[in-house]
C-alpha cells in the first residue's frame, strides 16, 4: 500500500476518533443526571416530641404535637412498642398495636378522623426530574381501619397523591406517589410540599421519604447513542486497516 493511502486511511481513522470523542463528552453527563438526590424532611420518622404516658396508659400524645410538622388537632405520635410493655396500657386488654417493629426508629404519627399533618419543604419543583414520596402507612390491631390519603404538593397545588395500599392488621406496607415534571411545568419553582390525612380511626404514618432523579434530555441520550455508535465504527475501521496492511 502507497505512503500516501496510508495517511489518508490514518486521518480518516483520527477524525472519527475525533467524533467520537467528542460524542463521548456527553457520556459522561448521564451518570450524574440520573442519580437520586434525597429531599430533606424534617423529623420524617417522628421522633420529636417524646411521647409521654397518657391517662390511657399508653405513650402517645395529641392536640398536632408533632415536631416540624402542621398538624390538626386530631393527629399525634406514639411509642408503640413502649405502650405494649406498659402493663396499665389499654393495648394489653386486645392486642399489642404492631405484630413488628416499626419502620424507622420507635415512634408514629397517628391521625383519627379528619386528621392532617402536613410539611412544606424547603426544596422547589424542578423540570424534568421524576420525585419519589414514600411513606410507611400502618394499621394498628383492632383500630378499625378506614383509610388515608398521601399527597405531594407543589406550591398550593396537588400533583401527585395515592392511598391505594391497604396494610394488613398490626402491619405497615410502604406506600409510594410518583411525579414527573416536565420541561415546561407551570409549577416549576413552586415549594414542595407532603400531607397525610387520615380518613378513619388511627392511621399511623412512618418514615417519610422524598427523592428526586433528574431525567436526561433526548439530546443527552442521542449524544450517548452516537457515541457508542462511532465508538464501534472506528474500531472496525482500525482492525480493517490492519488487515489490508
Known amino acids: 500500500m502507497k505512503s500516501t ?12 476518533l475525533k467524533i ?11 451518570p450524574t443526571q440520573v442519580k437520586a438526590a434525597s429531599i430533606n424532611i424534617l423529623n420524617h420518622s417522628f421522633e420529636g416530641p417524646e411521647a409521654p404516658l397518657n391517662r390511657f396508659g399508653a405513650f402517645s400524645i395529641g392536640n398536632g404535637n408533632i415536631n416540624s410538622w402542621v398538624a390538626s388537632s386530631k393527629t399525634g405520635v406514639l411509642n408503640p412498642s413502649k405502650s405494649d410493655a406498659n402493663v396499665t396500657s389499654d393495648s394489653i386488654v386486645f392486642d399489642s398495636y404492631y405484630d413488628e417493629p416499626v419502620p424507622d426508629g420507635v415512634q408514629v404519627a397517628w ?6 399533618i402536613f410539611q412544606r419543604l424547603s426544596a422547589t419543583l424542578q423540570s ?5 414520596l414514600g411513606v410507611y402507612v400502618g394499621q394498628r390491631n383492632r383500630s378499625g381501619f378506614v383509610g388515608y390519603n398521601i399527597e405531594l404538593l407543589a406550591g398550593n397545588t396537588v400533583i401527585a397523591s395515592n392511598n391505594s395500599i391497604t396494610p394488613a392488621p398490626g402491619t405497615f406496607s410502604l406506600v409510594n406517589v410518583h411525579y414527573n ?5 407551570r409549577l416549576i419553582g413552586q415549594s414542595l410540599g407532603i400531607r397525610l390525612s387520615s380518613f378513619g380511626i ?9 427523592e428526586a432523579t433528574a431525567v436526561p434530555e433526548p439530546l ?9 455508535g462511532f465508538g464501534t465504527m472506528f474500531k472496525r475501521k482500525v482492525a480493517k486497516d490492519k488487515h489490508k496492511k
Do not use: P
Not at 415534571?181 to 411545568?185: E, F, K, L, V, W
Not at 443527552?220 to 457508542?228: F, Q, S, Y
Open 5 to 16: 493511502q496510508l495517511m489518508k486511511l490514518s486521518n480518516n481513522g483520527l477524525n472519527t
Open 20 to 30: 467520537a470523542l467528542i460524542s463521548s463528552c456527553l457520556i459522561v453527563t448521564v
Open 111 to 116: 391521625g383519627n378522623e379528619g386528621g392532617t
Open 128 to 132: 424534568n426530574t421524576k420525585y419519589t
Open 181 to 185: 415534571s416536565s420541561n415546561n411545568d
Open 202 to 210: 388511627q392511621t399511623n404514618f412512618d418514615n417519610v421519604t422524598l
Open 220 to 228: 443527552t441520550i442521542l449524544g450517548a447513542v452516537t457515541a457508542i
